[in-house]
């Protein structure tokens, strides 16, 4: 038998008995028939699978589900539909497609008031004695095509120092959809993207055409290591000071970071990893092939890169709201203009990574936008 005929059974033997849609759920009747509702949820999936042409509905599936088992007018109306569906198999294509259409109400209502939650709790946290001092960089942070708040932060670390060449090299680039660069890019900077994965440079190459044209942005697959990136970084035509140097490679980031001669970047933002909370300081040992397992097993302490960073001249300015990125700006310009101590302690955020679910207002497509 097929799903679908499977679920098509088991919706007009139990749900259509089972499910009071109908009529407004009573306080007792409510749990059991969320439970039930629950479970036709999952045998409507079951059913959209064996849909042919139903793969985009079936993609968004698990998370709507959860989102329209919290909401219980959307249960209501999700219950008549299934009910629909179970009872009228002429009219089952149609209450499909509406029922297709709440899931996707449902996941736009989530989404929102996921946005609402991530403000909230950011704004909870601004609102503490701690991030009084106009120096702390946190309240700077907001998000334009930064994974998080980056963007912000690093706005406002320019603004204090200002800028020179406006050069970047950021690496562990990704497809460039959530990159520390893309806004100065889009602001008519120039730099070089590096990442080890040939197809997400190819996505680039299309995704950023404009930029490659008009030879602003130079992007290439390469597999990074502490010995090979002194010459990948040289061999694209950059060395000395440069204005900003980011890294994302979710592993030996410390070790990269530290085997940087060629050039002189005036700030560093790198990844920490901010479950090994201060004093700790720790990073994974050297493994030039290794790369992210999805753990918590990746990367330094903040503790490890404040004290690689003062080796090699540099000073903890802040981190940023998601526990993710730590920033540096070279001694001989930070001056007074960032919160003491530049200590791991002062400047540690916890791991937020839900705040890489925050958005920047509408789907985000980098320019080109024409300076005015
Ligand atoms: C987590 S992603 C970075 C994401 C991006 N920075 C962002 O904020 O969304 C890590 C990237 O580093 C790349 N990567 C990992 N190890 C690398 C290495 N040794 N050399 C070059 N790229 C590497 C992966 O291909 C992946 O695109």
């Known amino acids: 038998?097929?799903?679908?005929?499977?679920?098509?059974?088991?919706?007009?033997?139990?749900?259509?008995?089972?499910?009071?849609?109908?009529?407004?759920?009573?306080?007792?009747?409510?749990?059991?028939?969320?439970?039930?509702?629950?479970?036709?949820?999952?045998?409507?999936?079951?059913?959209?699978?064996?849909?042919?042409?139903?793969?985009?509905?079936?993609?968004?599936?698990?998370?709507?589900?959860?989102?329209?088992?919290?909401?219980?007018?959307?249960?209501?109306?999700?219950?008549?539909?299934?009910?629909?569906?179970?009872?009228?198999?002429?009219?089952?294509?149609?209450?499909?497609?509406?029922?297709?259409?709440?899931?996707?109400?449902?996941?736009?209502?989530?989404?929102?008031?996921?946005?609402?939650?991530?403000?909230?709790?950011?704004?909870?946290?601004?609102?503490?004695?701690?991030?009084?001092?106009?120096?702390?960089?946190?309240?700077?942070?907001?998000?334009?095509?930064?994974?998080?708040?980056?963007?912000?932060?690093?706005?406002?670390?320019?603004?204090?120092?200002?800028?020179?060449?406006?050069?970047?090299?950021?690496?562990?680039?990704?497809?460039?959809?959530?990159?520390?660069?893309?806004?100065?890019?889009?602001e008519g900077w120039r730099g070089l993207w590096l990442d080890g994965q040939q197809q997400l440079i190819d996505q680039i190459r299309k995704n950023f055409k404009p930029f490659i044209d008009n030879g602003k942005l130079a992007a290439s697959q390469a597999f990074i290591t502490a010995e090979n990136i002194d010459v990948l970084i040289a061999n694209a035509g950059v060395t000395g000071e440069i204005d900003f140097l980011t890294i994302d490679i979710d592993h030996n980031d410390y070790w990269v970071w530290k085997a940087i001669n060629v050039i002189s970047p005036r700030v560093v933002a790198i990844e920490y990893n901010a479950t090994m909370h201060p004093p700790v300081s720790v990073v994974v040992p050297y493994e030039p092939n290794r790369t992210w397992n999805g753990t918590n097993y990746f990367g330094a302490s903040l503790e490890a890169l404040v004290r690689l960073g003062r080796s090699k001249g540099y000073r903890l300015v802040g981190c940023n709201f998601a526990g993710t990125n730590a920033f540096f700006v070279r001694d001989d310009l930070a001056g007074d203009l960032f919160l003491d101590p530049a200590t791991a302690e002062e400047h540690y955020e916890p791991p937020r990574y839900y705040f890489g679910y925050l958005k920047a207002g509408h789907r985000p497509q980098p320019g080109p936008y024409v300076t005015v």
Not at 20 to 40: E, I, K, R, T, Y
């Open 1 to 186: 038998m097929s799903n679908t005929a499977q679920a098509e059974n088991t919706y007009n033997s139990g749900l259509a008995t089972n499910c009071a849609v109908d009529a407004p759920p009573s306080a007792g009747a409510h749990s059991d028939q969320q439970g039930a509702l629950s479970q036709a949820l999952h045998l409507a999936g079951a059913a959209l699978r064996g849909q042919p042409g139903s793969a985009e509905a079936l993609a968004s599936y698990t998370a709507i589900l959860d989102a329209v088992a919290r909401h219980e007018e959307a249960m209501v109306a999700f219950g008549k539909l299934l009910v629909a569906c179970a009872n009228d198999a002429a009219g089952q294509s149609s209450a499909l497609k509406r029922l297709i259409e709440i899931e996707n109400i449902a996941a736009t209502r989530l989404d929102q008031l996921t946005q609402v939650g991530l403000l909230q709790s950011w704004n909870e946290e601004l609102g503490k004695p701690r991030h009084a001092d106009p120096k702390r960089l946190l309240r700077y942070g907001f998000k334009v095509y930064s994974q998080c708040d980056e963007d912000g932060i690093i706005q406002e670390i320019f603004r204090r120092i200002g800028t020179t060449n406006q050069v970047f090299v950021e690496f562990g680039v990704e497809a460039g959809s959530e990159c520390n660069s893309v806004k100065l890019l889009v």
